[in-house]
């Protein structure tokens, strides 16, 4: 699991965590925001027990998890709704392989679902509890997208104030010692901008425009519209 991350919800602290790029809702904070410590356990296994939820999360990893075992997830839909048919959220993800619940120990531990899981579960605490689940969640991404969108925003101002810093260095310390020809010393420059580009962004400017083709696109646009200013 990365980084813990929290959102405040009817003055209850709510976890959350990425699992392969993926938001995980912590299921059992939210259960202790509405039962209290000592029942959370249980209220999250008397819920994953209905044939409703079992149905609902069977669905969910046969269309997200290729490798969900189908045959244990229909073993427990059969057993659904028996008095004596008991289901943790351990259990549920051993036997199946399940990927949209996952249970954590240690610090932060607890059981934590996949966004869309989590509410689901949040409906059946409560239809209040979940519209707040939601507007709070949706503000937390908002924040996520903006920090993201300013930490890019400063990379590339220090990409661009470098590049002429070391377009400068190329011009004088770098051609001459070379013996470029002159229609050759576009080459030497892409070289060290790629450097700049990848100490900065990870990757070359032609595998970022690979990844973020849309963006790209923009760029491009951009630019064409500058040379006509």
């Known amino acids: 699991m990365s980084k813990i991350r929290t959102i405040d919800i009817e003055d209850a602290i709510i976890s959350i965590t990425k699992i392969e790029e993926e938001d995980y809702i912590c299921l059992t904070d939210m259960a202790k925001a509405k039962k209290g410590d000592n029942r959370a356990a249980d209220v999250i296994k008397n819920w994953i027990r209905t044939r409703t939820t079992i149905e609902f999360l069977g669905t969910w990893e046969t269309i997200y998890n290729p490798n969900f075992k ?3 997830f229909d073993h427990f839909k059969m057993e659904a709704g ?3 048919f008991v289901l943790s959220p351990k259990q549920w993800a051993e036997k199946t ?7 954590k120990s240690g610090r932060y531990g607890g059981t934590y679902a996949h ?6 579960f949040g ?3 409560s239809p209040t509890f979940k519209l707040y689940l939601i507007k ?3 503000r937390y991404k908002e924040i ?4 993201y969108n300013l930490e890019w925003d400063v990379k590339r101002l220090l990409s661009k104030a470098n590049y002429h810093i070391q377009t400068d260095a190329v011009q004088k310390h770098i051609l001459p010692e070379k013996n470029y020809t002159k229609d050759k010393e576009w080459l030497i420059y892409a070289e060290e901008a790629d450097l700049l580009n990848v100490a900065l962004f990870n990757c070359t400017a032609k595998d970022w425009r690979i990844i973020n083709p849309e963006q790209a696109k923009k760029d491009l646009k951009y630019k064409r519209l500058c040379q006509y200013k």
Do not use: C, H, M, W
């Open 70 to 72: 189908v045959a244990e």
């Open 123 to 125: 409906a059946a605490i």
């Open 97 to 103: 392989k399940a990927i949209g619940i996952i249970s």
């Open 115 to 120: 966004r869309d899981i989590a509410f689901e």
């Open 82 to 84: 028996l008095p004596t």
């Open 136 to 138: 709070e969640y949706q």
């Open 144 to 147: 996520e997208s903006n920090q």
